[in-house]
């Protein structure tokens, strides 16, 4: 597969990609993509309208975590997420006046907070060109023959961000994720219509 070919056809599909977790603060977003873990942001956005109406980052902070709990089950995993939730929001209204900042290692130590979801707050935040990994990400860049079957998220990141630009990263990442969301599905992805089913090793 040819990046340039991918990069424009992804600019014709997702010329505004952007994330679709819905967040009016720094924090919001944070939260919404550590619920977003083995859950749809459709889902997720369900949940955080109720969340953040309700409460500000310092009354998240001393909520009891059934409370949390009550308002996050549909994303599933709601437990460990609930009390996730309350430590962060703990976290940074003790250590940085309830601001996420721009501090991967501090973020990475946050619980619920790895690697991908880290990648993902950045670059929106800061627009720090990163590549987030998510099943979606994954699964195109395997099936377009950019990465092995065999190849875990850390290996695929890399592999991407040694093929594409640096300026490209984050805005292709936001792509890639609607490209599989939308186009390119884990089940019956949209073949026909695909301008890449001809370099694609999956559609062959």
Not at 94 to 109: A, F, I, K
Not at 135 to 146: C, Y
Request: with cysteine; aromatic share 8%.
């Amino acid at each position: 597969m040819n990046k340039e070919v991918l990069i424009d056809y992804l600019d014709e599909l997702y010329p505004s990609a952007r994330c679709e977790l819905n967040y009016q603060k720094d924090y919001e977003l944070l939260i919404a993509v550590v619920l977003s873990a083995q859950c749809t942001d459709k889902r997720v956005n369900m949940v955080t309208k109720e969340l953040f109406e309700k409460y500000n980052l310092k009354e998240i902070s001393n909520l009891n975590v059934k409370e949390i709990e009550k308002i996050i089950r549909p994303v599933g995993t709601y437990t460990r997420k609930a009390m996730y939730i309350k430590e962060i929001a703990n976290s940074l209204t003790q250590n940085h006046q309830g601001m996420v900042p721009n501090d991967r290692e501090y973020l990475e130590s946050l619980p619920g907070v790895g690697h991908k979801t880290c990648n993902v707050v950045l670059s929106n935040l800061y627009n720090v060109p990163a590549i987030a990994v998510d099943t979606h990400v994954s699964r195109v860049s395997k099936r377009l023959g950019f990465a092995k079957e065999t190849d875990d998220v850390v290996k695929i990141e890399k592999k991407l961000m040694k093929i594409f630009p640096k300026d490209k990263w984050s805005r292709l990442h936001h792509q890639l994720v609607l490209f599989g969301r939308y186009n390119c599905k884990s089940q019956k992805p949209d073949c026909i219509h695909c301008k890449l089913k001809n370099s694609c090793k999956y559609h062959q």
